[in-house]
């Protein structure tokens, strides 16, 4: 028996993304993955912005089950789809983003099979010739973890989703039979299949939040994974070199539905660690009938997988073009309008901040994962400019701001709940600027800095949501002094109450001045500035 | 008096705005022809005898308000072929496409076609019987049982849209609408004694036709004057946002021109037309039109479609692998028949016995034929070999409308209109071709071509045949270039003019 002295990982993915179009793909039913749906709207404590709406429950939880249908979702008779244009665009947007081309004709072709939650027995989807095909991304060329790579796309096609089957009462209990709610099916679908291109997990990670971060810019999904917005199946295999130097390829395991960051990780190491151990055992490599598809089980410990039954090699799915509908024919100019259309993406976005701001590949990476907070930045950063500040320096500050004093609020608020972003404070873009340009004056302490963050934030109880940063601080008292009568007075207080430092300070000691600054602070009851007090009790204790 | 509706709709609708009868008394003289010859013809599945009176009652109260536009069907009766979707709100009406899968099922909307109906101020009286999804050209697989022939009731009146063809015939409406996949409206108009349009694919919206096969489905009107038929299939055609296959064309008015004969008309006459099988009366009713329209100043050429003899096979190759897709939904699931099970059941058998238990025999011989031509291994041999065909039977009756047929030794004519016959035979027997589905297939050997080519065609009744007691209806069709409804409703009506065929009725007791 060989002995296993390497393995390499090889994987491929197929993510299925639920794009966020008002309407279903092939209805004029409401998308529930679509923005702002499943808030009702009479409802006055409903958020009122669509951003917020992702920070809303489950749509499969907050909307009752079966309201998102019509004729067409149910798949009753006589009913017929229409195709959703939009979600042709944003499936075009994202295939662009993804480096692809966009096929001038595509088509829409039935794939029949028997399911409960399958309303028409057969699924519309783009089985011959998909929209985009032929793309490819390069990962690591930010932070600089890791190497760059490329990963080849091999295609992203549209499709519906279908229902989703139940098999506990509305509320938990219990039942004795299945059943099936339909808001999710025919919600428009993105799957994007990509190359067997991966190494290692870490890069299967970053690509994954990659995609994430182009949809959410391109306003093609929120990109929630609570809420099941994307779906991940790795395609996962080994290459093992034995110690006689031969290689022996082991068998393609599929692992179905994860949505998680979290699990796609946790599937693809536990894949890495089992497959060279399941190749001793069983012996069989990869080729023609090995494939076996398998579930993820995060309940025990770091996870695992387990294997399903495997009803893929048991179906034939009789593709044929679905003669409901025409094919989708795209012309240069709709497709150059579109191409147009697209905004800056995250990972060009994060390379300027790297370049134009000095931002740590970090700091970048944080601000670009979503658009709300990217936009969010960038709008501070022009206010900082309309206050006069050069660009290089807004943008600096105006990421320390979001990333320390905002970060710390949004995660108190968030609690351990639902993430919370940044935008969503409360505190305008131009609000952070006047913080940042008092700071620039020495007019505030950076400690006051953070505590008028907090005071501009919602629920706006202690100041308007208008207010103006430099007024409130003004109000407060928390505008630096400068007078040198009271800074001397402040020192004096200092020196009296810490006898002992001043001696200390004096023999040469210098250390000690620390302990004299902040009791002089303390007597300044936060209007000092440390950097004057410093120079002011040097001279007197010279 | 036996015949409710002794005028035209266009007369009809005259005699209301003048006062001269209510939309009620039309109604009522239709539902009691219905009551009165039902039983023996069992043409209608479904009679709705409070809603229609009470949409009556609308109309004539809309009548009395003059300030209304007058509609152009006011007062129409109309029966609908029971797979067209009728919302369940209009006198509990039921779409059953007479199937046990759908015997109870209430829809809940209204085929685009139908609201077009309605809107134009038609009154649905019937839901009417078919071979069981429009599978079938007999109106014989049916729960409800067969549809029998006005003219003669041990017969059948051909199918699937049947029980429409046999309302109009006996009167029992002024008009109806049926659908046809592969000859359904104009097979059984020919042994009804009716004109009978369908519309080239595209031109009338789908939404709302239980599904057969969707590439050659198509709704289109019965009627017993060519007048009708224009008023008619100018009302239902039309764009719909709701069918993506519907064309993006107005409305055309048919009725404007309709008297208008065409100058040097052109007919191709196939040589197809005169096949072997054909019975000597239809052969003999082709001759005399031909005839017929040669005195009307036609030219009247021999042309060659040389793949027609390959439409069968197509046909029932896409109709079927179309068919076996569009009727998977009836799994027993969502709605219609669910068989019950046994607690040891699993899904399968949920599937299996509801859908062996909800559909009829020629369904399942369709479905399990259609499941086989997709599957893999024998796509190509099959499904894709019969597109092939399919191109080529178009390209053949595009060839005869620009005059460029390949075969012909000379130059040929651009014909305006082909004209052959609807079915080889008349009306058989009920019960005769039951246990041979294959010669049930080849009775639409005429048809099946024009709707894989999407082409409009009109049936025409063209004379009769003597056989003991009865006088069988034989029915021949002109068949036009795409979107030539305007053209072929005026040659229809220049044969209408010339001969007396079609305003010979059944004998109803």
Known sequence: MHKVAQVELVVGLEVHVELATRSKMFSRAPNPAGRGVGVPAHDPAAPRKDRESCKDTSAGTAVPPNTLIDPTVLGLPGALPVMNRAAVEMSMMVGMALGCS????????????????????YQISQYQLPLCFDGAVELG???????????????????????????????????????????????????????????????????AQMLRNICRFLGASEGVMQKGHMRFEPNINCVLTLDDGHTVRTPIVEVKNLNSFKSLRGAIEHERREQPGRWLEDGLTLGPGTKTTRGWDDAAGEGRTFPQRGKEDAHDYRYFPDPDLAPVVVDEAWRERIRAAIPELPAIRRQRYIG?????????????????????????????????????????????MILQSGAKRANERAAGAEPVLVSDLGIRPEQIAGIIRLREDGAITSNTADELFGLLCSPHESEPADADPGEVAARRGLIVVRDDAAVSRWCEQAIAEQPQAAADVRAGKSQAIGRLVGAAMKASAGKGEAGAIRERLMVMLK | MTDAHPTTIADTRSALLDRKVSAVDITRASLAAIDRLNPSLNAATQVFHDAALQRAAQLDARIADRRAAPLPLLGATIALKDNICLDSAYGDARTTCASRTLEHYRSPFTASAVQRLIDAGAIIVAKTNLDEFAMGSSTEHSIFGPTRNPFDRTRVCGGSSGGSACAVAAGM????????????????????????????????????????????????PFARCVADTALLT???????????????????????????????????????????????????????????????GAVVIDIDLPHAEHGIAAYYIIATAEASSNLARFDGIRYGHRAELAPSDDLFDLYARSRAEGLGPEVQRRIMLGTHVLSSGYYDAYYNTALKARRLIKRDFDDAFAGTARAA????????????????????????????????????IYTVGVNLAGLPAITIPAGFHRDGASNLPIGLQLIGPALAEGELTRIARMFELATSHSSIRPALA
């Open chain 2, 409 to 444: 030794s000379r130059p040929s004519h651009a014909c305006h209109a082909v004209l052959m016959p609807t079915s080889p035979g008349p009306a058989f027997a009920l019960g005769e071709r039951s246990s041979d589905p294959m010669s049930m297939y080849l009775e639409d």
């Open chain 2, 173 to 220: 409406a002024a008009a109806a609408l049926g659908s046809d996949t592969g000859g359904s409206i104009r097979q059984p108009a020919g042994w009804c004694n009716l004109f009978a349009l369908k519309p080239t694919y595209g031109r009338v919206s789908r939404y709302g036709l239980v599904a057969y096969a969707s590439s050659l489905d198509q709704i289109g």
């Open chain 2, 234 to 296: 100018s009302a239902i055609c039309g764009h719909d946002p709701a069918d993506s296959t519907s064309a993006g064309l107005p409305s055309p008015d048919l009725t404007s021109d309709l008297d208008r004969p065409i100058d040097k008309l052109v007919l191709g006459v196939p040589r197809q037309a005169r096949s072997a099988a054909n019975h000597p009366a239809v052969t003999a009713a082709l001759d005399a039109a031909i005839k017929t329209f040669s005195h009307l």
């Open chain 1, 356 to 400: 134009e701001y000095g931002l740590s590949g970090k700091e970048a990476a944080v601000l670009v994962e979503n658009r709300e907070v990217c936009l969010y930045y960038e709008s501070t950063i022009e206010a900082c400019i309309e206050r006069g500040m050069d660009r290089s320096g807004a943008g600096r500050r105006a990421a320390n």
């Open chain 1, 102 to 121: 966009i096929a001038p004709l595509s088509r829409w072709d039935r794939k029949s099979y028997f399911y409960p939650d399958l309303p028409k027995a």
């Open chain 1, 141 to 207: 060329a930010g932070d600089g973890t890791l190497p760059a790579r490329r990963i080849g796309i091999i295609r992203a096609h549209l499709e519906e989703d279908a229902g989703k089957l139940l098999h506990e009462a509305p509320g938990g209990g219990r039942i004795d039979h299945s059943i099936v709610d339909w808001n999710r099916a025919g919600t428009p679908l993105l799957e994007i299949v990509t190359q067997p291109d991966f190494r290692n997990a870490d890069e299967v990670v970053e690509f």
